[in-house]
């Protein structure tokens, strides 16, 4: 800023750049922009506003129940509107394979090995919590960045939304699990996936938010959680030497506070105005 | 501070006293924006204020809560003086005449003490208004929610439901043009 250029001169100057995207050009129309500056408009007088809210009071809405304002106030719409930006794809994929999962472990139930539902349920929630990031979700992304909802509250509602989800499916998994086998008990099988659950979404919502591509961040989920697969099932011995076992009890705590980084992580970046602007090229 | 959008969003669910923040807010800004929409018509630009924010109270059901208030608003009010242009029996009336003495001394800064100076203000602003009712309609709404009512370019968008590059272009081309007349009236 020169000496003798205002602040408002430097603002000025900053606007027109961005309307122009030349600061030649801004120099030679910052004078146009101040001229139109005499123009002023008139204030409306001290009654006029009080006079227009009583002639629009006759005409507001009448007062909706109590459900109605829960079902409307801004927590659930935000929610609402970020349902319908989620893709279709991931509810029905998600809730199919975890079926099958179950089908499979009732159909091949052996108590000394490891059981199906409990290696799908993360992996699940990894690949539908990988996909609420992209340029696929968001076409309409100029009305988003103009929207007062902060980008970070927007991922984090889809991020409750499909881990939510799967969530769900996975305790009515289990619960039914536990109903048909009498020798399974609930909550012990919920503890033993719900903590590699929460890891592997939260390291998948990572990798999407930095790579800035679903499918790479699934791939590397699939790829991760493959490996621990084996380990569980005893498939590459090999496989042990490298790759904790995530499923054993001692490893929990240890998941919960890496879920908990790295979803934090992921929302800090996922929150930075540049990268939105780094997708908005991708578009 | 609540913000618009939920201001909007409880007038949506019948409270009054949202709605009262909400129009003390934006009644001045948005009689500003549709005062330059008309040219300089204060009568006018007062009636199709309190038309834009009746439309806004019939309409609030349509509201989807994130979307930016502003826009929306806005949108209504774009829309509604359009509406007005399009009327023949309004195009060719006495509001083409725009400004007259008593709007020119509404244009002049109040604390403006000589006789002189308010004339001077209000022939500046008259040959202002006069340039800025020259341009194509739809220059001539991005320019005044940009340079005006200071919108970003994101809220132009939403309000004129057009893409942001061609909100930049009509800007650029609503200033050139602008230029263009000052020049030629040196």
Redesign the interface.
């Known amino acids: 800023m020169t000496q003798s250029q205002t602040p408002k001169d430097e603002e000025l100057r900053a606007k027109l750049i961005e309307d122009t995207g030349s600061p030649e050009e801004a120099e030679r129309l910052a004078p146009v922009v101040r001229r139109l500056q005499s123009w002023s408009a008139p204030k409306p007088g001290p009654t006029a506003t009080v006079k227009l809210i009583a002639r629009l009071e006759a005409e507001i809405p009448n007062p909706q129940s109590p459900i109605t304002n829960l079902l409307s106030s801004w927590p659930i719409l935000l929610l609402r509107a970020q349902l319908r930006v989620v893709r279709g794809e991931i509810w029905a994929a998600s809730a199919l394979v975890m079926t099958l999962g179950l089908l499979v472990t009732l159909a091949t139930y052996s108590a000394a090995e490891a059981w199906p539902l409990v290696l799908v349920a993360p992996l699940v929630a990894a690949t539908g919590v990988a996909f609420i990031y992209g340029p696929d979700v968001d076409p309409a992304l100029e009305i988003e960045l103009a929207t007062p909802v902060p980008p970070r509250l927007v991922l984090l509602a889809r991020l409750a939304l499909v881990f939510g989800f799967n969530l769900i499916i996975g305790l009515a998994a289990s619960l039914i699990l536990s109903l048909a086998r009498a020798e399974v008990a609930f909550w012990p099988l919920v503890s033993t996936w719900l903590a590699p659950l929460s890891f592997l979404s939260a390291l998948a919502f990572l990798l999407t938010v930095f790579t800035v591509n679903s499918t790479t961040s699934a791939m590397i989920s699939l790829l991760g959680w493959a490996f621990q697969s084996l380990r569980q099932l005893g498939g590459l011995k090999a496989v042990a030497w490298f790759m904790p076992d995530l499923m054993a009890a001692s490893a929990r705590p240890w998941l919960w506070a890496l879920a908990l980084l790295l979803a934090a992580l992921a929302l800090w970046l996922g929150g930075r105005e540049e990268r939105w602007l780094l997708r908005r090229e991708n578009f | 501070m609540p913000?618009?959008?939920?201001l909007a969003?409880r007038?949506?669910?019948?409270?009054?006293s949202e709605?009262?923040e909400l129009?003390?807010r934006h009644?001045?800004p948005l009689?500003?924006?549709l005062?330059?929409m008309t040219g300089?018509d204060?009568a006018l630009a007062?009636d199709l204020?309190?038309e834009a924010?009746?439309r806004a109270?019939?309409a609030?059901?349509q509201y989807?809560?994130?979307?930016?208030f502003k826009?929306w608003l806005y949108a209504i009010a774009t829309n509604l003086a359009r509406d007005h242009y399009k009327r023949a029996e309004t195009r060719y009336t006495a509001h083409a005449a725009a400004l007259d003495d008593d709007?020119a001394m509404?244009?002049?800064?109040p604390d403006t003490p000589l006789p002189e100076e308010a004339w001077l203000?209000g022939a500046?602003?008259r040959h202002?208004?006069a340039m800025?009712k020259m341009l194509p309609d739809h220059q001539r709404e991005a320019?005044i929610l940009?340079?005006?009512q200071n919108l970003?370019?994101?809220?132009i968008?939403?309000a004129l439901d057009v893409?942001?590059g061609t909100v930049?272009s009509r800007?650029?081309l609503g200033?050139?043009r602008?230029?263009e007349m000052?020049e030629l009236e040196q």
């Open positions: 913000t618009d959008e939920q969003l007038v949506q669910q019948g409270h009054a709605l009262a129009v003390e009644h001045s009689l500003g924006f005062y330059r300089g204060r007062e204020t309190q924010f009746l109270l019939r609030i059901g989807r809560y994130p979307r930016p826009p709007s509404d244009m002049a800064d203000a500046e602003a202002v208004a800025v320019l940009r340079y005006y970003s370019l994101n809220e968008a939403g893409p942001v930049k800007l650029s200033l050139r602008l230029r000052m």
